[in-house]
């Protein structure tokens, strides 16, 4: 469709969100959307951004798909993201809503073949912040009580999905297997010892 290569050619999508804690710049959905819209115009085009939640295996994707429509042809892009199981501070909704951003957000890049990875620059003077944003994490592994603690940290944190991140959560949920069979069993000891008689 050649207007879609037009748009192609002269979408410009600025990288306007900043994510504080690793310290780089990127671009959103909406900023993807509202740079697209004055083409759109300019091309006679509309688009249409539909969202599906499905299941693979016991996992729950939002799919994205984004269509761009000029008269009888359409051209789309599909792309999924996976829901978190557990997001601190959001609401099942909230969840959702953040998967839906990130499916569109990755559908309207192969639609308009945005690079969305990070430039050279960019990586090198953000390699400090992820390291300390790492070592962070994994301190933080070190002091989670449960399980449960542990899937909260990896579902905020999936992102890093670093070997040393990984090796520490191994090596804690270890621990606290361990810990958690022991104190079963010195529960059973309990149970079966004859109360004292006064």
């Not at 290569?5 to 504080?20: V, W």
């Not at 310290?23 to 959103?28: D, M, T, V």
Request: hydrophobic share 30%; with cysteine.
């Amino acid at each position: 469709m050649e207007k879609l290569i037009n748009i192609q050619t002269e979408l410009k999508a600025p990288k306007s969100q900043l994510n504080r804690f690793s310290n780089y710049r990127y671009r959103s959905a909406e900023d993807i959307l509202e740079a697209v819209k004055p083409l759109l115009k300019k091309e006679g085009c509309y688009l249409n951004l539909t969202d599906e939640v499905v299941q693979i295996g016991d996992r729950y994707y939002v799919k994205a798909t984004v269509s761009l429509v000029s008269g009888e042809k359409t051209v789309s892009s599909t792309a999924y993201a996976r829901e978190a199981q557990v997001k601190k501070g959001m609401d099942e909704s909230q969840i959702t809503g953040m998967a839906s951003s990130y499916a569109r957000k990755y559908a309207l890049n192969g639609l308009f073949c945005i690079d969305d990875t990070r430039d050279a620059d960019t990586m090198d003077n953000t390699a400090p912040a992820l390291d300390k944003l790492e070592e962070k994490v994994i301190e933080s592994v070190k002091a989670a009580k449960t399980h449960k603690d542990l899937e909260t940290i990896w579902s905020e944190y999936e992102e890093i999905n670093t070997g040393k991140l990984k090796m520490a959560l191994a090596k804690k949920s270890k621990e606290l297997t361990k810990k958690e069979k022991e104190n079963k069993q010195k529960e059973e000891n309990n149970e079966n010892q004859p109360g004292s008689l006064l």
